[in-house]
Each structure stands twice: as C-alpha cells, then as structure tokens.
C-alpha cells in the first residue's frame, strides 16, 4: 500500500477541545458551487442530535471569498484558517473554513471522516480527490455524482459510502461515527480496493 501521505499533524492539535468533548469533525473539501449549500445542510442536521465542527474548503480559489460570505447568512460560528491567532480553534465554533490551497491535505490527518467534494451534487463539476482520504485512513461518503471513474469504481467495489440527499449523507455520518467497527470495515475496504487499482494513483 501506497505510504507517501505526510501531513503536518500539527495543524490537528488546533482540534484539541473538540477531541476533549467527543466532539465530531469532518470534512467537506474540493467543493463547487452548489456542494457548501448541501455540506452546510448536513451540518444543520447533525447539530440537532450532536456538536460538531465542519471543515469545508471550496476547489477554486477565486471562490473562497464568495463562499466564505455566504456560509455567513446561516448564522453558524465559522473561524477562516487565515485568521486564526490562537492555539486551538475555539470550541464554539461549527466551521473551520479552508481559503489557502496548501493546507488543504493537511487537514485529512484531523477529520473523523470525508464528504467527498467533487460528488456532493449531481451538478458539482470539481474534480473530487479519492485517493488521499484513503491514503489517511479516512472513511469516505460520496454523493449522488459517481461519473468520475475512481469514484464510480469504489462506489462499485463498496470501498466508500453513497447517498443521494442531505438526510443521506447525515445517516452515513451518524453511523460511522457511532460504530468505529463499521468505519474501520469501510476503510480497509477502500485501502484494498486502492492496493488492486494502483492505476488511480498516477
């Protein structure tokens, strides 16, 4: 199996009262126009029953400014990545907004699981990243948009979870955060399916 993810787990450490509380943390990155709306929607959702933080980092760079302003209008705590001073994200806190290209595999390393950006809508057009997930170790829910022939190959295999809607995607999030079992069965899976199509990874 591949071994050449090297995140800076430093940037995790900012997670630290969320870990304390048993707080959930994931991750909706690469998205396109259309995917925050539905992320967001799912956070809504899991915040009925359970705290928890969402990282979300748009694909495109010249989106991060609109998307930054518009996550505002849902009156949810959002720290910006680039403008946070302190040690720690403050608990507080419901989104981690991503807005610098860099760090954005870093933060795989940090999350409970992925909502695969790229496939969260039937009209997403970024190009969803599979591979560094399941190089993390990390289980992954796609949504309703499996054109992409790595994702359709996975979702084929059962090496990820599918969902069609909001209601979905946040029963799959519910599930595999409740039963590390079932998560680390979907991980192994996705790692083996990876080991048997090394042709994704070029």
């Not at 630290?16 to 259309?34: D, H, I, K, L």
């Not at 309703?144 to 809607?165: F, L, M, W, Y």
């Not at 595999?176 to 083996?192: D, F, G, V």
């Amino acid at each position: 199996m591949p071994t050449d993810y090297h995140p800076d787990t430093s940037l995790c450490e900012r997670f630290a009262e969320f870990r304390e509380r048993g707080y959930w943390v994931f991750y909706a990155p690469n998205t396109s126009e259309g995917e925050e709306t539905r992320a967001i929607g799912v956070l809504f959702e899991i915040l009925r029953k359970q705290t928890a933080i969402m990282m979300l980092s748009p694909a495109d760079p010249a989106r991060y400014e609109p998307v930054y302003y518009d996550s505002l209008k849902y009156n949810l705590p959002i720290i910006r990545h680039s403008r946070l001073f302190t040690s720690k994200v403050p608990r507080n806190n419901r989104i981690y907004f991503i807005e610098e290209t860099h760090p954005v595999s870093d933060f795989y390393a940090c999350t409970d699981l992925v909502l695969l950006g790229g496939t969260l809508t039937t009209e997403a057009t970024s190009s969803p990243d599979l591979i560094t997930p399941i190089l993390a170790g990390k289980p992954i829910i796609a949504g309703p948009k499996q054109s992409n022939p790595a994702v359709q190959s996975a979702a084929e295999a059962g090496a990820i979870r599918c969902e069609d809607t909001v209601e979905g995607l946040t029963r799959a999030i519910q599930s595999l955060e409740a039963n590390a079992e079932e998560a680390e069965t979907l991980t192994k899976r996705a790692s083996t399916w990876l080991e048997q199509h090394p042709e994704f990874l070029k």
